[in-house]
Every structure is written in C-alpha cells, then in structure tokens.
C-alpha cells in the first residue's frame, strides 16, 4: 500500500499518457450531434474508400517477353531498393543470430541459430542475385525471372 501511495505521487500531467482506446467511426461522433448529418458523412467515406480501393487495382502488367534491361528505371530502381532493404535486414538477423552462437548460455539452442543464421544468409544471397540480374541488362526476360523467383521460393518450403 505504501509503495502504491509513492507511485501515485509521482504521476503528474506531464507524465501521464492515455492508454486502452477503442476506436470508433467518426461518423459515430457526429451522430450525437446530427443523425443526417452522419448518415451522409459514412456513405461518402464508403464511397470514397470503395473508390480508392478500385483505383489501385492494375489493368496492365509488364509484358513477360520484355527482357529485364528493358524494364523502365522507376521499375528498376523500385526493384534494387526493395532488393537492398531486404539485404539490410537480413544482415541484421544473421548477425543477431550469430550473437546467439557466440553465447554459450544459448548452447542449447544452437541448431536453431545456425538455421536462423544460414536461412538470413540464403536470403540475402537471393536479393542480391536479383539486384544483379536487374541491374546488369541481363538478357533474362521478366517470365524467366519470375520463373527462378518462383522456383527459388518453392525450393526454401
């Protein structure tokens, strides 16, 4: 009780947060005000969304007899990036699981390091392979590519 007192003392506007919220639809709120006013406000933002959502489904894809070289820089340069931040992360993991294998307190879980670590390695192996293919003007096509990518996913399940 007497360490609940001293906690409590110490909780002033400054340091006291809000927590546990519930989220709600706007439209809730403005109901309290204006009943219409919120019927009309949701079935815009519905409409809105519906539409949002719609606009963003692709109606042309890339041509799969394109060669890779081919592919358009944004393209590209969207491809490399992602290729780099997966590279990024992937070193962070192997070099988080190689903090395991050097600890002797995780002896047990060795095994499941060591794959942690080698499944990291793969992965990065892989993105930079694709950044290499990308960024070379391979003559690979982009059907052929998605082939190895495909093939090099169901070879790791």
């Not at 007899?65 to 990024?88: G, P, Y």
């Not at 600890?103 to 793969?122: E, G, H, I, T, V």
């Not at 950044?131 to 070879?155: C, F, G, P, W, Y």
């Amino acid at each position: 009780l007497e360490i609940a007192r001293e906690w409590a003392g110490t909780i002033t506007y400054s340091n006291v947060y809000p927590f546990d919220f519930e989220l709600r639809p706007l439209w809730e709120l403005i109901e309290r005000v204006d009943e219409e006013k919120a019927k009309e406000f949701k079935l815009y933002l519905e409409d809105k969304w519906e539409k949002d959502a719609n606009r963003h489904l692709p109606s042309e894809y890339l041509p799969t007899s394109m060669r890779v070289f081919q592919i358009s820089d944004a393209s590209k340069i969207f491809i490399l990036n992602t290729c780099r931040a997966h590279e990024s992360t992937l070193l962070e993991e192997s070099s988080k699981a190689q903090t395991y294998l050097d600890n002797p307190m995780y002896l047990m879980d060795r095994k499941c390091s060591k794959r942690w670590q080698n499944s990291a390695n793969s992965g990065r192996e892989e993105a930079l392979e694709i950044r290499n293919i990308v960024s070379h003007d391979s003559e690979m096509t982009v059907e052929e590519l998605i082939e190895k990518l495909e093939a090099q996913s169901n070879h790791r399940f």
